[in-house]
């Protein structure tokens, strides 16, 4: 009888980091562990690019004859964050047996900041707290210090990105239904990217969670050839927590994030982007929302297809998206399946007008359990387009 062949086949990288990491989380809340874990690869992330540009600056060879590798002049030119002596990478693991481990860390958080604008009151300052123990971070400094492959720049941004993308997900699934406040499915996301072709122009989400949307355009950009620097980005968040995240999620991507700013008003009580006419919306807004303070806006000058109700945002939403695009703007975005067929308090009036006004391009029907207990459809509207009703699926 024959031997059965051996399964030599290992697990990715980022589900035997997650294992690991997850073992180590103990007695942590998912949704606090997340800023503990995705701070060290955002750290990690930064001190790889800085370590490799320092490397090159102290050679000073070339392009880089008589630089100062400490001036931090010298890495904004390139887009790469300066990271200062007590925050490198190196230096940290030097010191991950140590007791005072978590102080060091925050110290470094601190530091990272100081010296970089753009990331002021990003960066989580958790690692001194009593409910993780110096040995649990020491063991987690070690697991992410092993995660980037190869010595490049580009290749660890790759394997970096990948790994925390992978971890915004295993966290928003740890956390529950919450987890959808942050986090996206990527099957979802990637379908409204390929739907509405990004290649070019603004794109803007008003609810942008951890940034996935904006991530995915721009791999798309990449993936087609085409040229990243043609889009630019514009976000909103109003949970501060979540914006950090984002933040972060595109920091480690070196995407410009200087536009994705955080009130917690939200976008419908303090638009960050009043006057922003976008080439793309894509957006993943909170669903049958009834705290969205409608009472304060029944005579808003973006309800131009009707006044939604108080107790729901779903179509205050859509013409929030509708009013922040430009004349050819598409939009596409994920709402409840009940806001298809809900006639309270004018909603049925206000998906008419929409449908009347030529709004609607398409409605996509997903699978069940693509979210956390909750059913959705994903839209695309694209102004003065027909439409053609046909079952599940509204398309061209």
């Not at 103990?26 to 990690?44: Q, T």
């Not at 072709?197 to 993936?223: I, L, T």
Request: contains cysteine.
């Amino acid at each position: 009888m024959a031997k059965a062949k051996k399964n030599n086949t290992e697990e990715p990288i980022e589900k035997q980091l997650w294992k690991a990491a997850d073992k180590l989380r103990k007695n942590i809340d998912a949704a606090e562990y997340k800023h503990i874990i995705l701070g060290l690869i955002f750290l990690k992330y930064i001190s790889d690019a800085f370590e490799e540009l320092f490397e090159k600056l102290n050679l000073g060879e070339g392009d880089y004859a008589g630089a100062d590798p400490e001036d931090k002049d010298e890495y904004k030119a390139e887009n790469v964050f300066f990271v200062p002596e007590n925050a490198r990478w190196s230096t940290l693991q030097s010191k991950a047996k140590l007791p005072e481990i978590g102080k060091a860390v925050d110290e470094a958080m601190d530091a990272i900041e100081k010296d970089n604008p753009s990331l002021r009151d990003v960066l989580p300052k958790v690692y001194a707290r009593g409910n993780l123990d110096p040995t649990s971070l020491g063991s987690l400094i070690d697991l992410v210090g092993n995660i980037a492959l190869g010595d490049a720049k580009a290749r660890s941004a790759d394997v970096l990105g990948h790994v925390f993308e992978y971890f915004l997900g295993e966290f928003a699934l740890a956390e529950g239904k919450k987890g959808g406040q942050f986090y996206t499915p990527r099957s979802v996301v990637e379908l409204l990217v390929d739907m509405l072709e990004p290649y070019k122009g603004r794109v803007f989400d008003p609810c942008c969670g951890s940034g996935g949307m904006f991530v995915q355009s721009e791999k798309f950009v990449a993936d087609h050839q085409g040229r990243v620097n043609d889009i630019s980005i514009y976000g909103q968040e109003s949970n501060q927590t979540t914006w950090r995240l984002a933040k972060m999620n595109l920091a480690i991507r070196g995407i410009d994030s200087s536009q994705v700013k955080w009130n917690n008003e939200g976008s419908f009580l303090n638009d960050n982007h009043k006057d922003l006419k976008a080439d793309y919306v894509i957006a993943n807004p909170p669903f049958n929302d009834s705290d969205w303070s409608g009472d304060l806006l029944r005579k808003d000058g973006r309800w131009k297809h009707g006044t939604p109700p108080t107790g729901n945002a779903n179509y205050a939403w859509i013409q929030h998206f509708l009013y922040h695009l430009s004349p050819s703007g598409q939009a596409g975005f994920v709402l409840a399946k009940g806001a298809l067929t809900s006639k309270t308090s004018g909603e049925g009036d206000i998906r008419k007008a929409l449908i009347e006004a030529r709004l609607v391009d398409c409605i996509v029907n997903l699978p069940a359990k693509l979210f956390l207990n909750t059913q959705v459809y994903p839209y695309a509207t694209e102004p003065m387009k027909s439409f053609l009703l046909m079952p599940a699926i509204w398309g061209i």
